[in-house]
């Protein structure tokens, strides 16, 4: 554990993952704000944190406008990563490998749902087709779609990107922009009134500051109690299976979101598949127990039977991560708590985390510096909403 090199920050973050460092990154490069921020990670390695288990990928297939807005920029900000970071040729280009997501429908409902969802994004500025069986069949003939009335589908902005370069220079360049970065862990969160005053760290240390961003992922609802605040945030499991195939296909799959729950795709020779469990309960923070049956029970059967090509394949690598799963609408709750305004939440991202961190990184850096969102209206995720952000794109 470390020691902050003062006892006092304008800005404390509490979560050193992909949200905690994108926010500092901004901060510490935005016109107008010339304070003092430390970031506070409990585990620097990162081992179990959403960042490290995520899929990398990025999508503009949502049905709110806030969201497909949110990976717009994103999009954007991966291509020209290098030029955001100040054009320094140190760092790397990221490359976007549009392989795009593709919608399976199964009932008319859905198929509906799906032509509805595409003509708002295509309003919005995306690329998303929808397609017929046959349109489907054509581009991709080796799905099996006996089952499959329709599919939404885009080339254009979406796939997958590499988020772990990404992470590595936002706390980099954070860093090197005087961002103080320290392990320990917050125990305690003071208040006086409507504001936060100080945060105490498991060696005893008082820091104070102006103003904390709860960027804890699926511990966000444990630091909000420690400010007697409460955030619908809870910890639920996704699995992850990267797998080889005797007879691998003769073009990229795209993000293939099959009616069963299972997802697959492309993941370079090899291919990945994901999944919530059948039970998808909240479980404990440090609950990483893998469920060893779901392959058999449920992965593999949707996968070889949307896809018969996959009938003998291998599992190389598995691994199970949390969702920071906002139980109020799978949505971002971002902004200034009520009753604390200088206590902000940037959480419950619900699996679209990584992509949506650039721009949600910016909201906050901005709200921090200026009082509100300026390049992106944000508000449609504002923390204190009663009513849900609609959005039925949820994976």
């Known amino acids: 554990m470390q020691t902050p090199n003062k006892s006092s ?26 304070g003092s921020v430390l970031v506070v990670e409990r585990d620097p390695t990162y081992e179990f944190a959403s960042t490290s288990h995520t899929n990398s990928c990025i999508r503009q297939q949502f049905s709110s406008p806030a969201n497909i807005k949110v990976s717009q920029f994103g999009a954007e900000f991966i291509q020209n990563f290098r030029h955001f970071m100040g054009d320094d040729p140190d760092v790397p280009e990221l490359a976007l490998h549009n392989f795009g997501y593709l919608y399976l429908a199964d009932t008319e409902a859905f198929a509906h749902d799906l032509k509805l969802a595409q003509q708002l994004q295509c309003a919005q500025g995306a690329n998303t087709r929808h397609l017929s069986r046959e349109e489907i069949a054509q581009a991709y003939p080796f799905y099996q779609l006996d089952d499959i009335l329709a599919a939404n589908h885009n080339l254009v902005n979406e796939g997958y990107f590499d988020g772990g370069t990404m992470f590595d220079w936002f706390k980099r360049r954070a860093r090197a922009n005087g961002v103080e970065y320290v392990h320990a862990e917050v125990t305690a969160i003071t208040r006086k009134g409507n504001a936060v005053q100080s945060v105490t760290l498991g060696d005893g240390t008082v820091v104070t500051c102006g103003t904390v961003v709860n960027a804890s ?14 955030i619908p945030v809870v910890p639920r499991k996704r699995y992850t299976y990267v797998f080889d195939a005797a007879q691998p296909l003769d073009r990229d799959l795209p993000l293939t979101v099959d009616p069963s729950g299972v997802h697959v795709r492309t993941e370079g020779k090899y291919y990945m598949a994901g999944c919530p469990p059948d039970e998808d309960t909240d479980v404990e923070y440090d609950d990483f127990a893998f469920d060893h049956s779901l392959w058999e029970s449920k992965v593999w059967p949707a996968v070889a039977t949307r896809i018969p090509q996959f009938e003998a394949i291998k599992v190389i690598n598995q691994w199970v991560g949390h969702y920071a799963y906002n139980t109020l609408d799978q949505n971002a709750l971002l902004g200034r708590a009520a009753d604390c305004p200088n206590f902000i ?20 850096a901005e709200l921090i510096t200026y009082g509100s969102y300026r390049s992106l209206d944000l508000g449609a995720f504002d923390v204190n909403r009663s009513a849900a952000c609609v959005e039925t794109a949820v994976i």
Request: neutral net charge.
């Open 345 to 364: 939440f940037v959480n419950g991202f619900s699996g679209h985390g990584l992509q949506q961190s650039p721009a949600m990184g910016r909201g906050i």
């Open 9 to 34: 920050y304008d800005v404390v973050i509490v979560g050193g993952a992909i949200f905690g460092s994108s926010v500092a990154w901004w901060l510490s490069q935005m016109a107008g704000f010339d």
């Open 217 to 230: 992922g699926p511990r966000a609802a444990a630091t909000a109690r420690m400010a007697g605040l409460d």
